[in-house]
């Protein structure tokens, strides 16, 4: 037998000892080639700087402008305030530290003791562990990459991508902790995080979410924002308070285990429910002109889209993040006046209007069973607009939607969809009376057939029936609460949230827009009373505009009729029937005068404008025949005449009633329209913004007015001097600058109007309630000379007083053309004085009752 085979055989082990010496020691050389080459290679690669991360790139800002390029705004994605270490609050040094990274102090960027953990707990023992093997190091070089998007990746792909990504961060954590000290790195990476609700940082979450500064945060409130460093949109105490609060909870468990709370302050503390009675989440609306800024952000997002401006590359403008620069032509200084001539008036108003309601109700007030159902219905929408209330439902139903939208994406589940679908599994309701009541879409009935027989329904509805026990018991309970206050802003009270919103809803409101009748450019812009307790912008609401156009009834009759200013007509009922002419009329058509009233007198058309008769106005409608020459002189003054609204009707129909103000239009469009009378017949379309550029200087829109020749100069000019003579006499305004102007009261004092004119600027206001059923209860008090006109002098006197507004006092309308004083040349228009008017149609009344003797006093003491 040869030995050397035998296995015995002592060469032939040293033989194949050496060959495991050599295989060993070339993988381990290859292993050390390889992750050399792989480190190499990453950390060549896009690592970032120490520049960049001493200075990292933030998004640029935009910044909006005004006339006087002074800034008035920004856009911009991250709300961020910086803080120094030795600002930084102990007790979210300690949360961290004890959550995140126990050996922080000890490990030079990577801790392989918690690499250990992480890979023996989940590795191992499958279990998942209690705390990340990051470091705050790595966290921070995490902030610094984008992570890159896996979708559709295979999984070996995904995880050498992951291993690649992980690589990156080990090494950047490297540098980050070779270049700066233990506190810098801290403080750098909680000034980077994003905290969700537009916080950016810990000093602008601190503020954010307990409204106070970081350094100012409790135990308990440091842990919760510590909690969310893990994941901010799964712990936010805002949207899950239930899951934030055992993500606390662990928090303190670990600073309790790092010695730096006590057994019993721990368990006192995590007992604590988290309040968020005092979360404040930043809005870009605060600051000056906050209603004109949030309908800038529309306008723009709008402009881009229709106007198809894009970058060089052919991406899309990001207003939040493009660095545009935005110039409006918003004047501070007239905005300021408008601002405290609306606000001052309309607190006259709304303490008016509460000594009327005191002891009734608006939402049941003079209305059959229809009506108050009606308002029931919009009240309820209100209470369940309102933040309490959308918390309320995110709390109970916010993580069942999140479930349901992984398998059921696209259907709706708003309250009206569930109610409905709980009628209908309840027979109560049919599936075609639920569509054609619109409270679910015909387009889904298939999805949610199919949906309420999941378990997800079961789940849904449960929660929905805990939300509905909820809200009955929350709303109708007295809490403590900020309300809005003209004299304060806001004060303190104790009050149930349902009456919150009921206070709030009865609060009248105002809305003024200011416009150069030359260039358009708008120089105010007030949409509201108080932009912070109310959002919606009355500029653009639109709502019926009563007398306001008359005017153009008036310059359509003398234009293209041939009606002279100084022909007269009788104050007595018109009646224009069915058939009669072009008219289109269903039933008769004989409205009243607004005092009900007819005096039985001759006017001509400057008594008819300034007395506001109705019956002047509708027999020009009678003696121009139809009502299409005056809808083509709105057209021709900037209004949209074929517009249709959401009920399908057109916003001026083609009926005698527009004539008398029966036609829904916003405040921009009629100061877009009375821009005519002030610019010698000439419409001007109002514009709020002269140019766009972007972040380095390039021009990418530039703000140019339409513009349209709508009355002739003579018949234009003689508006000019009706209008004139509206704001003369007795109750002139008593101003340095010429103006002129028209007051506006709808059916039911729901809406009080006034537009002005003068050479330089034409000034629109409306007022009113933001349901037609807040009003006053008589036309002494709900008309637009005591709801709107006193906004105007107030406005016009204050600019015309501060010397920081540029404005010129002294000019003049333009000159009449050749005839214009032989056409008005009937000096009856000037004997007649308001005294005649009223006594005439007062001589059959009755003295007046003690609350319009307080009235008229208090009036005449305002004004």
């Not at 992951?162 to 270049?179: G, N």
């Not at 809005?283 to 997002?301: C, D, H, I, M, V």
Request: hydrophobic share 35%; aromatic share 12%.
């Amino acid at each position: 037998m040869d030995q050397e085979n035998t296995p015995d055989n002592p060469n032939r082990k040293k033989n194949w000892l050496k060959i495991a010496k050599v295989a060993l020691w070339s993988s381990a050389i290859v292993l050390v080639l390889s992750i050399f080459f792989i480190f190499w290679s990453i950390n060549s690669g896009d690592l970032p700087t120490f520049e960049q991360l001493e200075n990292p790139k933030y998004d640029l800002a935009s910044v909006i402008y005004d006339a006087n390029n002074e800034p008035i705004g920004k856009y911009y994605v991250e709300n961020r305030e910086t803080i120094k270490f030795e600002e930084l609050s102990p007790n979210v040094l300690n949360a961290l530290v004890s959550t995140e990274d126990e050996r922080f102090f000890e490990h030079s960027g990577i801790d392989i003791m918690a690499l250990l953990r992480v890979g023996f707990k989940t590795v191992l023992l499958q279990q998942e562990s209690q705390g990340g093997g990051s470091t705050i190091s790595q966290q921070l070089a995490k902030l610094l990459f984008d992570r890159p998007n896996m979708k559709g990746m295979s999984k070996f792909k995904r995880t050498t991508k992951l291993i690649q990504t992980k690589l990156k961060e080990w090494i950047t954590a490297v540098k980050i902790e070779q270049r700066y000290t233990k506190e810098e790195i801290v403080t750098m990476y909680l000034n980077k995080f994003e905290f969700i609700n537009g916080a950016h940082g810990i000093e602008a979450a601190a503020q954010t979410y307990f409204n106070k500064h970081q350094k100012e945060l409790n135990i308990e409130e440091a842990a919760v924002l510590v909690g969310m460093l893990k994941n901010p949109s799964l712990y936010n105490p805002k949207r899950f308070p239930e899951k934030s609060m055992e993500r606390r909870n662990t928090v303190l468990n670990q600073m309790h285990k790092s010695d730096h709370i006590s057994t019993s302050m721990r368990d006192s503390l995590s007992s604590i429910v988290i309040s968020m009675d005092n979360f404040s989440r930043k809005t870009q609306s605060e600051g000056p002109a906050p209603y004109f800024r949030s309908e800038l952000t529309k306008w723009l997002r709008e402009l881009f889209k229709t106007e198809g401006i894009k970058k060089a590359d052919g991406t899309e403008y990001n207003i939040y993040t493009d660095g545009l620069k935005i110039y409006s032509t918003i004047d501070l200084n007239f905005q300021r006046n408008a601002e405290e001539a609306l606000r001052e008036h309309m607190k006259w108003n709304q303490d008016r209007f509460w000594r009327v309601w005191k002891n009734r109700d608006p939402w049941t007030y003079d209305a059959d069973k229809l009506q108050r159902d009606i308002r029931a219905e919009v009240f309820e929408k209100r209470v369940k607009g309102s933040d309490r209330y959308m918390n309320l439902r995110d709390r109970y139903l916010g993580a069942e939607i999140s479930q349901i939208r992984k398998t059921e994406a696209d259907i709706p589940l708003n309250d009206n969809a569930i109610q409905a679908l709980l009628r209908i599994e309840n027979n109560k309701s049919r599936w075609s009376s639920e569509i054609s009541d619109g409270k679910i879409k015909e387009e889904y009935e298939r999805n949610y057939k199919n949906f309420i027989s999941t378990d997800n329904w079961s789940r849904l509805k449960s929660q929905w029936v805990k939300l509905v026990d909820e809200y009955k018991n929350v709303f109708n309970q007295a809490v403590n609460m900020k309300v809005f206050d003209y004299d304060h802003g806001e004060i303190d009270t104790l009050l149930s949230p349902i009456d919150s919103v009921r206070f709030h809803n009865m609060h009248l409101q105002g809305s003024l827009l200011s416009v150069d009748p030359a260039t358009g450019y708008i120089k105010a812009w007030v949409g509201g009373i108080d932009h912070k307790y109310f959002k919606y912008d009355h500029v653009n609401s639109r709502r019926a505009v009563g007398s306001t156009i008359k005017p153009f009834v008036y310059a359509t009759a003398i234009g293209l009729q041939g009606i002279l200013p100084c022909q007269t007509f009788d104050d007595i009922q018109y009646t224009i029937a069915p058939g009669d002419a072009n008219f289109n009329l269903i039933d008769e058509w004989s409205p009243a005068n607004a005092n009900g009233e007819f005096t039985g007198n001759k006017y001509n058309l400057y008594h008819g404008l300034l007395y506001s008769k109705n019956s002047i106005t509708v027999r020009l409608v009678k003696e121009m025949g139809n009502v299409r020459v005056i809808k083509e002189l709105l057209k021709n003054v900037g209004i949209d005449t074929d517009l249709k609204l959401e009920n399908g009707q057109f916003a001026v129909p083609e009926l005698p009633s527009i004539s008398l103000g029966a036609v829904d239009l916003t405040l921009y469009d009629m100061a877009g329209a009375y821009t005519t009378f002030a610019n010698d017949g000439t419409y001007t379309q109002p514009i709020f913004v002269t140019r766009i550029e972007d972040k380095n200087g390039r021009i990418i829109y530039t703000g140019i007015p339409k513009r349209n020749t709508a009355i002739n100069p003579l018949y234009n000019s003689i508006m000019v001097d009706m209008l004139r003579n509206n704001v003369g006499g007795r109750y002139g305004m008593g101003l340095k600058s010429k103006v002129g102007g028209k007051t506006g009261t709808t059916n039911d004092y729901s809406d009080g109007w006034f537009m002005g004119i003068s050479p330089e600027l034409v000034t629109g206001i409306w007022t009113g309630g933001d349901d037609k059923w807040i009003r006053f209860l008589s036309l002494d008090e709900g008309q637009g000379f005591v709801m709107a006109r006193p906004i105007f002098e107030k406005y016009m006197r204050k600019i015309e007083s501060d010397s920081l507004v540029v404005f010129n006092t002294d000019a003049d309308f333009p000159k009449p053309p050749p005839g214009f004083f032989d056409l008005i040349d009937c000096e009856k228009y000037k004997s007649i004085t308001p005294e005649d008017e009223q006594s005439q149609i007062q001589q059959n009344k009755v003295n007046q009752d003690e609350f319009e003797e307080e009235f008229e006093e208090e009036f005449e003491e305002e004004f």
